[in-house]
Each structure stands twice: as C-alpha cells, then as structure tokens.
C-alpha cells in the first residue's frame, strides 16, 4: 500500500516563505510524475507545479517565479518551495503521484495560510 506523507504547511505572512514536502512510501515503483495541486475553499482543485520523471517542470502562471518544485528520487519525496507568497496562496496543498499506469495517489493535504 502506498502513502504520501506532506508536512511544511503553516501560518505565514505575506511575502514569506514555506516549504512543503510530500514523501512516498510503500510499494511504489517507476514514478513517473510528482506534484502539487491546491484547493481554496469555494474554488476547484489547481495543478500548482509538477515534474516528470526526467526533471522537466510545469507552473501554473500565478506562481512562475516564486515556487520552485524538485524531487529527490532516492527518497521518492518532491518539494514545494514557495517565496514570496501571497494571500491569494492560502489553500489546502495536496501531493501527487503518479506511478506507472496506476491510478494516481493522493496526499491528505497540507493547510497553508498567507495572513497578516
């Protein structure tokens, strides 16, 4: 059975910085893409960033330039650092994985919180 495991969320001030981990574990083999999503409340579910198996990146535009998203594939964990945040940022931020040609696995969600 696979986990994903986030942690890294929090309360932070606009024009702060978080960095959110998301570790796999379990019977998990050929990962072929990680990722990050965000749901606000009221509003549909986001592809944040994402990256493939051979390091190629994709942003959504509203973070280009201040999120950076990397995986270490010995540990099977991929990261969100995200600077320069803003209100607009606050959401639940759930991991994703996708592995062979399995149906994707899900994190359970990390809250992050951009106030002053």
């Known amino acids: 059975q696979v986990q994903l495991v986030e942690s890294g969320g929090g309360l932070v001030q606009p024009g702060g910085s978080l960095r959110l981990s998301c570790a796999a574990s379990?019977?998990?083999?050929?990962?072929?893409?990680m990722g990050w999503y965000r749901q606000a409340p009221g509003k549909q579910r986001e592809l944040v960033a994402i990256i493939s198996s051979g390091d190629s990146t994709n942003y959504a535009d509203s973070v280009k330039g201040r999120f950076t998203i990397s995986r270490d594939n010995a540990k099977n964990t991929v990261y969100l650092q995200m600077n320069s945040l803003k209100p607009e940022d606050t959401a639940v931020y759930l991991c994703?994985?996708?592995?062979?040609?399995?149906?994707?696995?899900w994190g359970q969600g990390t809250q992050v919180t951009v106030s002053s």
């Open positions: 379990g019977s998990i083999l050929s990962i072929r893409s």
């Open positions: 994703k994985v996708v592995a062979g040609y399995l149906p994707a696995y």
